[in-house]
């Protein structure tokens, strides 16, 4: 597969990389962890040597399943992984003081299997602890060898600035498809200015622009979509335009909507890495397969002529969640 860099600190990365998170947190039961080190495994395989989890996640199984799974090809691979929330726990807040983040630091290189993390992001922006403290904090662990490169998820461009001054970012991640643009605003410009690169999260729409959920779909009970307004029936029937547009560009392009999608997000930048993520082989190879498919100027003219005419219907997040993005 073909390598881009994050960053201007040397990080390369395969193209298309693999967010494990779905793995077995967030989008219902997920797969047992023989699986899911099975799946990790054939993602390598495939050539992918991006991957994305979080002690978040699970929380903490998710990174033992990484770190079990990668341990054969440890140097081989670049893996990414989160601190930022109290005690590992999402639904409880942020948490990004320097005490706590060495602590997580040095429990996710146990969990990781490694002695080094690649790429170390903040979760999401702790309003109570100032970024300066966040980035120094990352500085002093790149110092000790435990991190390679320092990462923010779902930042604005000021604190992305203001980390930055004090330690180079060599990567944002933050949700970003044809169904979420919002980066385009601000934060995609400030990554080109400061040559940091761009990894969106939910590059498929957390599903939908794959063509296989619909209004009528049922998620299972812990599944996160249920709460998204943006995953509300009436919403889902309404967004249906966006997922035929891209069928009738997969058409002609023996694609698949999925594949038309990744596609789009590499050919916006040539520093953007979509972590697409899947619990099943064909959808990883299918996501894999997106890094072959060649978007040119016309293609990209008709998707945006199009998308001009679509209007998204409903809020990616709840209130409660909105409130964390973007700080």
């Known amino acids: 597969m073909q390598k881009r860099k994050l960053g201007k600190g040397g990080l390369e990365v ?25 799946l990790i495994r054939s993602a ?6 991006f991957f994305d989890t979080a002690e978040a996640y699970g929380p903490f199984t998710n990174e033992e399943m ?4 990668l341990a054969p090809m440890r140097d081989q ?15 409880a807040g942020m948490d990004s003081r320097p005490q706590r983040i060495r602590k997580v630091a040095d429990a996710s290189l146990k969990r990781l299997r490694t002695d080094r993390i690649d790429l170390f992001y903040q979760h999401r922006v702790d309003p109570d602890v100032p970024m300066e403290e ?24 000021q604190s992305i600035r203001r980390a930055h001054a004090v330690q180079p970012v060599t990567a944002v991640q933050s949700e970003y498809s044809l169904w979420w643009r919002e980066p385009e605003t601000e934060v995609l410009p400030t990554c080109q200015e400061l040559g940091i690169g761009f990894v969106p999260f939910s590059p498929l729409g957390k599903g939908f622009l794959t063509g296989k959920i619909d209004e009528k779909t049922l998620f299972a009970k ?21 997922v035929d547009l891209l069928g009738s560009i997969a058409a002609t392009k023996r694609a698949t909507p999925a594949q038309i999608a990744l596609a789009w997000l590499l050919a916006q930048k040539p520093w953007i890495v979509p972590i697409p993520g ?28 199009a998308l001009a005419h679509i ?4 809020d990616r997040y709840p209130p409660s969640l909105a409130a964390r993005a973007g700080r």
């Not at 390598?44 to 040597?49: A, H, I, P, S």
């Not at 812990?222 to 966006?242: G, H, Y």
């Not at 619990?279 to 016309?298: F, Q, S, Y």
């Open 77 to 91: 691979v670049v893996i990414a992984t989160k601190f930022g929330f109290k005690n590992g726990d999402s639904a």
């Open 134 to 157: 966040v980035a120094g904090t990352v500085k002093d662990l790149v110092s000790a060898g435990k991190v390679r490169h320092f990462g923010l998820s779902e930042a604005g461009a």
């Open 222 to 242: 812990d599944d996160f979509r249920n709460i998204v307004p943006r995953f509300s029936p009436e919403a889902r029937k309404a967004n249906q335009a966006l």
């Open 278 to 305: 899947t619990t099943k082989l064909e959808r990883l190879r299918e996501n894999v397969g997106a890094a072959a498919i060649a978007l040119g100027p016309d293609d990209l003219r008709q998707v945006h002529a």
């Open 311 to 314: 209007k998204v219907q409903g």
């Open 66 to 69: 990484v770190g079990e799974a």
């Open 14 to 38: 395969s193209v298309i990389g693999f967010g494990c998170m779905g793995l077995n947190f967030g989008y219902g039961p997920g797969v047992d962890k023989r699986s899911a080190v099975a």
């Open 44 to 49: 390598f395989d495939l050539g992918v040597t």
